[in-house]
């Protein structure tokens, strides 16, 4: 492997055009595709296969016009008035027919007319007359009123019972990814303009949430962050700004990829934002770990920039491509868990991060066949020795661990353990409104809603109702007894007929519970809803479906706590075959994955205690709680460990180095900690610093998973891989190489310390009137 990789090095390094050329196009490719293709990004959670994404399936072709997305407006009128009077009221009916009016919301006032010429209306009218009776009513003083205009209701009006608030739940006519550019905000525009003259705050519920912001302020700062970092570990503004190029030209193919091909198939904009994250975070490693290797090269042997980059490629390259492995096996075992928004994540972020190690082995040499010897550190021209190179804390850091190894090993055990104890009271969920700044128009309509209605309001369960006898329709007692069954459960507040076909053959009832979308009582009202969903049904005459955002939740929970065994098996076990083939040693794969379910449970523990507990918000300004989104266990398990397995590959590869010529288990981790410690520090405050950029995004999905990560890296290299793992080498001795005979007579020799290279290509003689070019400054 690293003979393969320094010819591959040397050639890309003396022909870089070439190499640079190939990259261009393959960049005006990319965006060429995006001309010809319009971007099309999903926000749609789906879960294939679950109750609730059957029900709302199955409503797509049995009620198509109540399987579009929601939208809900929230109307609040100016203080000291109540709406419904004066001209609050003509402002609200104004408002509510330009929403209906628009071309792709369903307008249910043409729906009753078109019923009517079909003489079906009055079937309709008696089905919500009869759940209208049948439905339980809150206590005086609280239940919502309708609108009424010439005595009859206005569809899908709601008026708070103190008249400060109304609601407004209407249809579009697909799902809210699948419409227009511009089609939400155009209809929330519509609805303000109409309601100004009556003074009226507009507000769109979270159920209108719009597609998150990529890239923002915060993670152009994490870049800008990540440059100092490599600016201070380089020294050379030249030698800084080559891994950002490459990491920018791999986001660029990788990511533009993605959107490109996202009229193939659907990409969820955390797709995006993942892919985003990693190929930045990866591409400035690799990188920078290829970089570090060539200068030091040129420090302790003397070669030119040429020999010197070929030789890194060789050698940093291969941790560079068995890194990028691990990571790659991390995601693509998502695949394992069944979940088309999974899956197409994963498969999106193992591209980009293929693509990153594949910049790292070919365009970073080509760029440094442009730089030359302007590469080199810029203090003094003559090689130095490493040890002179090295920063002063990782020599005293390493001697320290070995000599202190017990304590050292007791601390780094002790820490991640404390962290991991809130993970024991670790809730799952969706983002709500509940979830956002107290200054974002979700959050704001969350609470006017929750004052105004009740929290439930904000999470109606969606009820599908079938005649249980096919050839029969549904009959309005048959829904009043069904509707009087489902208001009798305890945490029920209301039920309505949210929509019915002219043939009577499905209803949608919208079952209001009496808590939030993510209240733990709400969870269990669900579960209690399908318990009796079976009775309620034979009752009535009926089958019932069950599904809306906390049915949602439920499910992807279940789903993930059933899949979570087979992939964790799936990636660790893939995972430990690569590192031993890497480090040729039964002990060290072992510590690795162990190290990494402490660093896992430790950033599982932080990231409750401060989104669901709420402490210490105010240092990521946030001011509100929520559960963990179902998605970020499985998520984030599989990237850190594909990102810890990297500070792994780069730090115990070098003692392995070390090992391998001559030293001793003590002196290896010495002098391999001494040589890779800095750089690992400097990668993995790259990271946090381009994932932190994530936690100032305003969707609450993005900001924990950018904080998660931003978490697990620091307790992972720091606790972990700078302090367990050398400290465990140390304990372990020659123990830590040892493999069985047989085993390694049968694994093959990858040779990623080199070691072959050095004897089938030895460096040339330091000539010693080499001339050596200061890199500038």
Same mark, same amino acid.
């Given at each position: 492997?690293?003979?393969?990789?320094?010819?591959?090095?040397?050639? +890309?390094?003396?022909?870089?055009?070439?190499?640079?050329?190939?990259?261009?196009?393959?960049?005006?490719?990319?965006?060429?595709?995006?001309?010809?293709?319009?971007?099309?990004?999903?926000?749609?959670?789906? *879960?294939?296969?679950?109750?609730?994404?059957?029900?709302?399936?199955?409503?797509?072709?049995?009620?198509?016009?109540?399987?579009?997305?929601?939208?809900?407006?929230?109307?609040?009128?100016?203080?000291?008035?109540? *709406?419904?009077?004066?001209?609050?009221?003509?402002?609200?009916?104004?408002?509510?027919?330009?929403?209906?009016?628009?071309?792709?919301?369903?307008?249910?006032?043409?729906?009753?007319?078109?019923?009517?010429?079909?003489?079906?209306?009055?079937?309709?009218?008696?089905?919500?007359?009869?759940?209208?009776?049948?439905?339980?009513?809150?206590?005086?003083?609280?239940?919502?009123?309708?609108?009424?205009?010439?005595?009859?209701?206005?569809?899908?009006?709601?008026?708070?019972?103190?008249?400060?608030?109304?609601?407004?739940?209407?249809?579009?006519?697909?799902?809210?990814?699948?419409?227009?550019?511009?089609? =939400?905000?155009?209809?929330?525009?519509?609805?303000?303009?109409?309601?100004?003259?009556?003074?009226?705050?507009?507000?769109?519920?979270?159920?209108?949430?719009?597609?998150?912001?990529?890239?923002?302020?915060?993670?152009?700062?994490g870049v800008g962050v990540a440059a100092l970092v490599l600016l201070v570990t380089l020294g050379s503004v030249v030698a800084a700004g080559l891994?950002?190029?490459?990491?920018?030209?791999?986001?660029?193919?990788?990511?533009?990829?993605?959107?490109?091909?996202?009229?193939?198939?659907?990409?969820?904009?955390?797709?995006?934002?993942?892919?985003?994250?990693?190929?930045?975070?990866?591409?400035?490693?690799?990188?920078?770990?290829?970089?570090?290797?060539?200068?030091?090269?040129?420090?302790?042997?003397?070669?030119?920039?040429?020999?010197? +980059?070929?030789?890194? *490629?060789?050698?940093?390259?291969?941790?560079?491509?068995?890194?990028?492995?691990?990571?790659?096996i991390a995601l693509t075992s998502l695949l394992v868990v069944g979940i088309t928004l999974l899956s197409t994540m994963a498969v999106v972020a193992?591209?980009?991060?293929?693509?990153?190690?594949?910049?790292?082995?070919?365009?970073?040499?080509?760029?440094?066949?442009?730089?030359?010897?302007?590469?080199?550190?810029?203090?003094?021209?003559?090689?130095?020795?490493? #040890?002179?190179?090295?920063?002063?804390?990782?020599?005293?850091?390493?001697?320290?661990?070995?000599?202190?190894?017990?304590?050292?090993?007791?601390?780094?055990?002790?820490?991640?353990?404390?962290?991991?104890?809130?993970?024991?009271?670790?809730?799952?969920?969706?983002?709500?409104?509940?979830?956002?700044?107290?200054?974002?128009?979700?959050?704001?309509?969350?609470?006017?809603?929750?004052?105004?209605?009740?929290?439930?309001?904000?999470?109606?369960?969606?009820?599908?109702?079938?005649?249980?006898?096919?050839?029969?329709?549904?009959?309005?007692?048959?829904?009043?007894?069904?509707?009087?069954?489902?208001?009798?459960?305890?945490?029920?507040?209301?039920?309505?007929l949210a929509g019915m076909d002219p043939a009577g053959s499905t209803a949608v009832l919208a079952l209001v519970p009496a808590s939030g979308p993510?209240?733990?009582?709400? #969870?269990?009202?669900?579960?209690?809803?399908?318990?009796?969903?079976?009775?309620?049904? +034979?009752?009535?005459?009926?089958?019932?479906?069950?599904?809306?955002?906390?049915?949602?939740?439920?499910?992807?929970?279940?789903?993930?706590?059933?899949?979570?065994?087979?992939?964790?098996?799936?990636?660790?076990?893939?995972?430990?075959?690569?590192?031993?083939?890497?480090?040729?040693?039964?002990?060290?794969?072992?510590?690795?994955?162990?190290?990494?379910?402490?660093?896992?449970?430790?950033?599982?523990?932080?990231?409750?205690?401060?989104?669901?507990?709420?402490?210490?918000?105010?240092?990521?300004?946030?001011?509100?709680?929520?559960?963990?989104?179902?998605?970020?266990?499985?998520?984030?398990?599989?990237?850190?460990?594909?990102?810890?397995?990297?500070?792994?590959?780069?730090?115990?590869?070098?003692?392995?180095?070390?090992?391998?010529?001559?030293?001793?288990?003590?002196?290896?981790?010495?002098?391999?900690?001494?040589?890779?410690?800095?750089?690992?520090?400097?990668?993995?405050?790259?990271?946090?610093?381009?994932?932190?950029?994530?936690?100032?995004?305003?969707?609450?999905?993005?900001?924990?998973?950018?904080?998660?990560?931003?978490?697990?890296?620091?307790?992972?290299?720091? =606790?972990?891989?700078?302090?367990?793992?050398?400290?465990?080498?140390?304990?372990?001795?020659?123990?830590?190489?040892?493999?069985?005979?047989?085993?390694?007579?049968?694994?093959?020799?990858?040779?990623?310390?080199?070691?072959?290279?050095?004897?089938?290509?030895?460096?040339?003689?330091?000539?010693?009137?080499?001339?050596?070019?200061?890199?500038?400054?």
């Open positions: 492997m690293s003979v393969l990789l320094y010819r591959l090095g040397r050639w +890309a390094y003396g022909r870089p055009w070439y190499v640079i050329g190939g990259w261009l196009a393959v960049v005006a490719a990319v965006a060429g595709l995006l001309a010809a293709n319009p971007i099309k990004i999903s926000n749609e959670v789906r *879960i294939d296969g679950t109750p609730a994404q059957r029900v709302i399936d199955d409503l797509s072709t049995s009620l198509p016009e109540a399987s579009g997305g929601q939208g809900m407006l929230v109307f609040r009128a100016p203080d000291g008035t109540r *709406i419904g009077d004066g001209r609050t009221r003509g402002a609200l009916l104004a408002a509510v027919d330009a929403v209906h009016r628009h071309d792709h919301v369903v307008d249910p006032r043409t729906t009753l007319a078109e019923e009517a010429a079909k003489g079906s209306r009055s079937a309709l009218l008696q089905a919500r007359a009869a759940v209208d009776r049948a439905a339980p009513h809150p206590s005086a003083g609280k239940a919502p009123v309708p609108l009424l205009v010439r005595g009859e209701p206005v569809p899908g009006v709601a008026v708070s019972a103190d008249g400060s608030a109304a609601l407004l739940q209407f249809q579009f006519d697909k799902q809210i990814f699948e419409l227009p550019a511009g089609t =939400v905000e155009d209809t929330v525009d519509a609805a303000r303009q109409q309601a100004a003259p009556g003074g009226l705050d507009v507000l769109p519920s979270g159920s209108m949430m719009q597609l998150p912001e990529v890239v923002g302020v915060g993670e152009v700062v891994p950002l190029v490459v990491a920018l030209t791999g986001v660029s193919v990788g990511v533009g990829g993605a959107f490109a091909l996202s009229g193939v198939f659907e990409i969820h904009s955390l797709t995006a934002v993942l892919a985003l994250m990693l190929g930045l975070a990866v591409g400035i490693d690799y990188a920078l770990f290829v970089i570090v290797r060539q200068r030091r090269l040129i420090l302790d042997d003397g070669p030119d920039a040429h020999e010197a +980059a070929a030789r890194a *490629i060789g050698t940093a390259g291969s941790a560079v491509f068995f890194a990028g492995s691990t990571v790659v193992a591209a980009t991060v293929a693509i990153a190690v594949l910049l790292a082995l070919t365009l970073l040499p080509a760029l440094l066949g442009l730089v030359k010897e302007r590469i080199r550190p810029a203090r003094g021209r003559a090689p130095r020795s490493a #040890e002179a190179t090295r920063r002063p804390w990782t020599p005293r850091w390493a001697a320290g661990l070995v000599r202190r190894r017990y304590p050292a090993l007791a601390a780094a055990l002790l820490i991640p353990v404390v962290l991991a104890l809130p993970a024991a009271d670790m809730r799952s969920g969706l983002p709500s409104g509940a979830g956002y700044n107290g200054d974002t128009a979700q959050r704001r309509s969350y609470e006017l809603v929750s004052d105004a209605f009740g929290r439930g309001y904000n999470g109606p369960l969606m009820i599908a109702v079938h005649p249980a006898d096919a050839t029969r329709p549904l009959t309005p007692a048959a829904l009043a007894t069904l509707t009087a069954d489902l208001g009798k459960i305890e945490g029920a507040r209301s039920v309505s993510n209240d733990g009582a709400t #969870e269990d009202f669900v579960t209690e809803v399908r318990h009796r969903s079976g009775r309620i049904g +034979a009752d009535s005459g009926t089958t019932l479906g069950v599904s809306g955002f906390t049915a949602l939740a439920l499910d992807m929970s279940d789903r993930l706590t059933d899949v979570l065994p087979v992939y964790l098996a799936t990636v660790l076990g893939l995972s430990l075959i690569v590192l031993l083939l890497v480090f040729r040693s039964v002990l060290v794969p072992l510590m690795a994955t162990l190290g990494f379910l402490l660093s896992i449970g430790a950033t599982f523990g932080v990231t409750t205690a401060v989104f669901q507990w709420g402490w210490l918000q105010g240092l990521i300004g946030l001011d509100a709680t929520a559960p963990v989104v179902s998605l970020l266990p499985v998520l984030i398990t599989g990237v850190l460990y594909g990102l810890a397995m990297d500070y792994q590959m780069f730090l115990v590869t070098s003692m392995r180095e070390a090992h391998v010529h001559g030293a001793d288990a003590h002196g290896a981790t010495r002098a391999g900690f001494s040589r890779a410690a800095s750089v690992v520090v400097a990668a993995a405050t790259i990271m946090v610093a381009v994932f932190a950029g994530f936690v100032v995004n305003p969707d609450p999905m993005i900001k924990q998973i950018g904080f998660a990560l931003a978490v697990g890296i620091v307790i992972d290299a720091f =606790v972990i891989r700078l302090t367990l793992i050398p400290a465990t080498m140390a304990l372990a001795r020659e123990r830590a190489w040892w493999l069985p005979a047989w085993l390694d007579r049968l694994l093959p020799d990858l040779d990623v310390e080199g070691d072959r290279l050095a004897q089938k290509i030895p460096l040339p003689d330091r000539p010693a009137d080499r001339p050596h070019a200061a890199a500038p400054r």
